[in-house]
């Protein structure tokens, strides 16, 4: 089983701070988002990676459609910056629409549950990335620029934790450092989250599936 986790993601309400601020009243969005919440957002610290609902999004789109996650061999977390998580079950098909998408987002942080009736799909719960990564077990194999550089078949094993940023840039917000069993870099140089994660699902398929 490869568990794939998308750690410190800039997915957030909008903080009461710059609720009233026109760009927010007009965007109407209750998740906070750069691109439309820019000229507001300058006042919150960290400012400048804050707001990217879009790298969850494109995350999930990929991980849920992808060939191992049919199989049944993928497993998806997605932590934020506040220390919540959601559980995001492998049978779920991902909304395409990129407002619908925030729109269920809001209902996951106010019901903490979709769909609000029978079996959720996706369940958030208050926790730290070190809690969650208690629950799984595996080697966990953290990707950044600082690991060492190489092939991702000879590191990964069938029970594995693979651990993403998801955040544009600066660095992780959680002590990610100590939990990594090995540290990996793919490229010299910086790649979205979600190129990442295509790396790893591709190279766990091609190792264990094929
Ligand atoms: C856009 S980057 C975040 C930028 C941040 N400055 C950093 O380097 O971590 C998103 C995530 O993708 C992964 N990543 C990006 N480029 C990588 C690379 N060349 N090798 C390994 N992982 C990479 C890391 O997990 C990173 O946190």
């Not at 490869?2 to 109407?28: C, F, N, Q, T, W």
Request: charged fraction near 30%; include cysteine; aromatic fraction near 10%.
């Amino acid at each position: 089983m490869m568990h794939l986790v998308l750690a410190d993601s800039e997915l957030e309400l909008v903080p009461k701070k710059i609720i009233k601020h026109p760009a927010v009243v007009k965007g109407k969005s209750k998740i906070l988002d750069a691109s439309l919440h820019h000229t507001a957002m300058k006042i919150l610290k960290d400012w400048r990676r804050r707001g990217r609902p879009d790298i969850v999004h494109f995350f999930l789109l990929l991980a849920n459609d992808s060939i191992l996650n049919k199989e049944g061999w993928l497993r998806v977390y997605v932590h934020t910056r506040n220390n919540e998580v959601i559980y995001v079950k492998p049978e779920t098909r991902i909304i395409k629409n990129y407002n619908r998408f925030k729109g269920l987002m809001e209902q996951l942080f106010e019901y903490k549950r979709v769909p609000l009736e029978g079996e959720p799909l996706m369940e958030m719960k208050k926790e730290s990335l070190e809690e969650l990564l208690s629950k799984l077990n595996g080697k966990r194999i953290l990707f950044c620029m600082e690991g060492k550089k190489t092939k991702l078949e000879e590191v990964l094993e069938e029970e594995v934790v693979c651990i993403i940023g998801g955040f544009p840039s600066g660095d992780f917000l959680s002590p990610v450092y100590e939990f990594a069993n090995e540290k990996i870099s793919l490229y010299d140089e910086m790649l979205p989250a979600w190129i990442v994660e295509m790396e790893a699902i591709v190279a766990y398929e091609k190792k264990f599936l094929w």
